[in-house]
């Protein structure tokens, strides 16, 4: 295996045993301008990535890693009720491996490769996971199936699982900046994309690969790097997550054994930022490298729809509330966002509970009905064609307004008697109190989990998570979510 080990030389400087990195005086740091250096650009993030430790990580980030574990947890035992799951996890327990690690939910063990595929679609299936808007894309989804099933075959603790997972989200959120959302709005989707890139880090953290070892997981993991915008709303969608996270890990596995790839996939001609982007920005992707932190900036779901539907929702609860809107008297109601949400969620006329999640238009008529947006029941083929629903639906016009953030709405209902009633919603802020989002995601996995493996056994996962770095393995945390 190609552990950390002695210094290695790139044109920037000295990346050292302990994969620190003395830089040059010419390539120290510098503000984002269009001459900004990208040399060893993909180097210089695997050594970060790979300098990580549990004691370096700022205590906020390692308590929003603690939460993104728990909330996959949830929506992934949840989510191995879908058909989606029962599928993949069928075709996976035929084609048989070595029991290595868990299938969430799934009652089996399968090989490392198998399980991070399984679990990462399942986790995604209902949509219903966390979010970072620098990715542009669902962080945990790519990297927790790969590193928790890594970490369960090799015997390793809580420690060196949330090490991993906050490397594996602050590399896909820095390729994510880098990418810019020219790259989303392509067509590409960034979970399936740019997450192959976190679940690659996050599996080279828990190897002990050096630097120039996690670059080569790097380059292994873009060269597979894929995901359609155009499936959203099908099975492909959460599927790509997974395939993102059995990539990624794939990766990282090769690369310890020596597999040979470029280690410059993300700068070079050819490679990943030059055919799928044309906003390419890698000083976002090197700002304030080492004392900056995404991870806290994830944003989690209490409403079991696409992330770009929530501010149109929370539009709509809000103006219900303030102004105890009827919806029989509604005339028409105009809804602005940005165009990028205009690509993402904005399914017109949805046939499948699925294409609900991705309907601005359909959740807002949920909302204002005085539907639960946040039971995953709510969205089936019967309920998005439910007569009340669908005609207030068509009542609905959604536009592009380029003065909106990337998770913001502007909402104007005009009613039947004349008046007009106006909102401008922003969701993009994280919850600054982490106590109290503790305790919404600890709630929200119990019910999640609770129907799936008992409310008891629920409740000692919470608590498991809860210690997570006493843990000396994740053993009993895998015997639980067994199912």
């Known amino acids: 295996m190609a552990k950390k080990s002695g210094h290695f030389q790139t044109s920037h400087g000295t990346i050292c045993a302990d994969n620190s990195i003395q830089l040059k005086e010419s390539v120290m740091p510098q503000a984002a301008t269009a001459a900004f250096d990208d040399t060893d650009l993909t180097l210089r993030l ?3 990535g790979m300098g990580l430790t549990f004691e370096s990580l700022p205590r906020e980030t390692i308590e929003v890693a603690r939460h993104c574990l728990i909330d996959w947890l949830g929506v992934t035992l949840a989510g191995s009720r879908e058909p989606l799951a029962e599928i993949m996890r069928a075709e996976a327990l035929e084609e048989g491996g070595a029991s290595q ?3 969430l939910g799934g009652g089996a063990m399968t090989s490392v490769i198998q399980a991070a595929l ?3 679609a399942t986790g995604h299936a209902l949509d219903y996971d966390d979010v970072n808007l620098t990715m542009i894309g669902h962080p945990t989804a790519a990297v927790a199936p790969a590193i928790l099933a890594l970490a369960e075959k090799n015997g390793l603790g809580g420690k060196a699982l949330l090490t991993a997972l906050v490397t594996g989200i602050e590399t896909e959120c820095r390729v994510g900046a880098m990418m810019n959302e020219a790259h989303y709005n ?3 989707h960034a979970t399936g994309t740019v997450g192959s890139f976190g679940a690659a880090a996050g599996a080279a953290s828990l190897l002990g690969l050096d630097a120039e070892a996690c670059a080569r997981a ?3 993991a873009g060269t597979q790097a894929a995901g359609l915008k155009a499936m959203f709303g099908t099975m492909c969608k959460p599927f790509h997550a997974g395939k993102a996270a059995s990539n990624g890990l794939y990766a990282a596995m090769l690369s310890s054994r020596g597999f040979e790839s470029r280690t410059d996939v993300l700068e070079c001609e050819q490679g990943f930022a030059d055919t799928q982007t044309t906003d390419y920005d890698p000083a976002a992707a090197m700002d304030q490298l080492g004392t900056k932190f995404h991870t806290p900036n994830v944003l989690f779901k209490y409403h079991a729809a696409c992330y770009g539907t929530h501010a149109v929702i929370e539009a709509a609860a809000s103006l219900k509330r303030a102004h105890n809107i ?5 005339e028409k109601i105009e809804i602005g966002v940005r165009d990028t949400l205009l690509k993402m969620c904005n399914i017109q006329e949805p046939v499948t509970g699925l294409e609900g999640k991705f309907s601005m238009r359909f959740t807002a008529a949920m909302a204002l009905l005085g539907e639960n947006t946040g039971l995953i029941a709510n969205y089936n083929e019967i309920k998005v064609q439910e007569a009340e629903i669908v005609n207030l639906r068509d009542r609905i016009k959604v536009v592009n307004n380029k003065d909106m953030g990337k998770a913001e709405a502007a909402m104007s209902i005009s009613m039947k008697d004349g008046s007009v009633h106006q909102i401008r919603t922003d969701v993009e802020t994280p919850d600054s109190d982490l106590d109290r989002q503790w305790s ?7 019910d999640m989990a609770g129907p799936v493996i008992g409310d008891a056994k629920a409740a000692r ?3 498991l998570v809860a210690g997570l770095e006493n843990a000396a393995d994740l053993n009993e945390v895998t015997a639980l979510c067994k199912g």
């Open 46 to 48: 695997a050594a970060h």
């Open 101 to 103: 690690a868990t299938i």
């Open 118 to 120: 399984v679990n990462g």
């Open 186 to 188: 392509a067509g590409w």
């Open 218 to 220: 790097l380059g292994i």
């Open 326 to 330: 009827d919806p029989a008297n509604v």
């Open 440 to 446: 919404r995601l600890s709630a929200k996995f119990l």
């Open 461 to 463: 996962v919470v608590e």
